[in-house]
């Protein structure tokens, strides 16, 4: 069983940073491949980014390639999502996940963990 929390969300103008924060209970949390999803008003929730439980290995969507950086630090049991360069399309909740499945996962059924979400606002 493993418990999410995010934090470091709020608003921010265009072109400027954030570090949203995911702190996970639990004492197998390197055994889990961490992510980010988000979901904006009126859309559907979609895949950010995934970290692998080593933290050797990333994978990202397009629209954030780039722009935003998913880490993961084993010892503090918390990931991490730097996102930089922010854009008025980047607003929503943000959502830390986790799956205990094998191989890359972009698929929200396919994660078994969500945290509350965190809320990103970013103005024009």
């Known amino acids: 069983q493993v418990q999410l929390v995010e934090s470091g969300g709020g608003l921010v103008q265009a ?3 954030l570090r949203l ?3 996970a209970s639990g004492r197998t949390f390197n055994s889990y491949t961490m992510g980010w999803f988000r979901q ?3 859309k559907e929730r979609e895949f950010v980014a995934a970290v692998a ?3 050797g290995a990333t994978i990202y969507a397009d629209s954030v390639k780039g722009r935003f950086t998913i880490s993961r630090d084993n010892a503090k049991n918390t990931v991490y999502l730097q996102m930089n360069s922010l ?3 980047d607003t929503a909740v943000y959502y830390c996940t986790a799956t205990d499945k094998v191989g890359w996962r972009r698929l929200e059924g396919e994660y078994g963990y969500w945290g509350q979400g965190t809320q990103v606002t970013v103005s024009s």
């Open 87 to 89: 854009k008025p399309e």
């Open 15 to 17: 072109g400027e940073s």
């Open 53 to 55: 439980g080593s933290g």
């Open 21 to 23: 924060s995911c702190a």
């Open 40 to 42: 904006a008003p009126g």
